[in-house]
């Protein structure tokens, strides 16, 4: 694909790009907040060295079954398949695209995620119920060994970051690698999730 035309005669063009499926005003979160606290009271949340949030990840919890998400997740599948759509998958996959899974995370001021990835999912996501203004998730390109340039351009650049935005959704494959950093904000509240297809 070209990027940019050179002067004299020589053109740049990039290949295998990454990309990011990002919505704002997606859905209206006071109801989520409400429901997600009251939930995380009742709720033993999980925490580690890893995951330093509280989440309802590996508990009992199945936020893809709680009926107060039913239409949130629709909506979600509904973007899933625009996005998809614009990879290249064909109706007849749309059509087997289904929500494999999805848990909550509350986090504090200083909690952050390490650098992550999703094995065994097609696309991942995450839905902003409620955060700071300072709040952002960071995703990666690959790893590599080489001497870094001085300044980073759209063509050398190791990661971009996006700001968390209450109500809004980002979409991404879930081979990618992502973090959040320390948390500026005192709460952040997010439903992550991940997409699969119906094999034969």
């Known amino acids: 694909m070209l990027f940019k035309n050179i002067k004299g005669g020589g053109e740049i063009h990039t290949f295998c790009p990454k990309s990011v499926y990002y919505k704002e005003n997606l859905y209206k979160t006071d109801e989520f907040k409400k429901h997600l606290l009251k939930v995380s009271k009742k709720q033993k949340l999980f925490r580690n060295g890893f995951i330093n949030v509280d989440t309802s990840h590996n508990t009992n919890y199945r936020l893809e079954k709680d009926k107060i998400f039913k239409d949130l997740f629709n909506n979600i599948l509904n973007e899933s398949k625009i996005y998809l759509l614009e990879l290249g998958y ?34 991942s996501g995450a839905f902003y119920v409620s955060c700071g203004k300072d709040d952002e998730i960071l995703f990666f390109g690959e790893d590599d060994m080489t001497i870094p340039p001085q300044s980073f351009t759209d063509l050398s650049a190791k990661y971009i970051s996006y700001k968390c935005i209450s109500g809004s959704i980002l979409l991404f494959k879930s081979n990618i690698n992502h973090c959040t950093n320390s948390q500026k904000s005192n709460e952040k509240i997010t439903i992550s999730f991940n997409l699969n297809y119906k094999k034969n």
């Open 90 to 123: 064909n109706k007849d996959f749309l059509d087997t695209i289904y929500i494999e899974s999805a848990w909550f995370n509350i986090s504090k001021k200083g909690d952050s995620i390490i650098k992550h990835i999703h094995p065994g999912s097609l696309l």
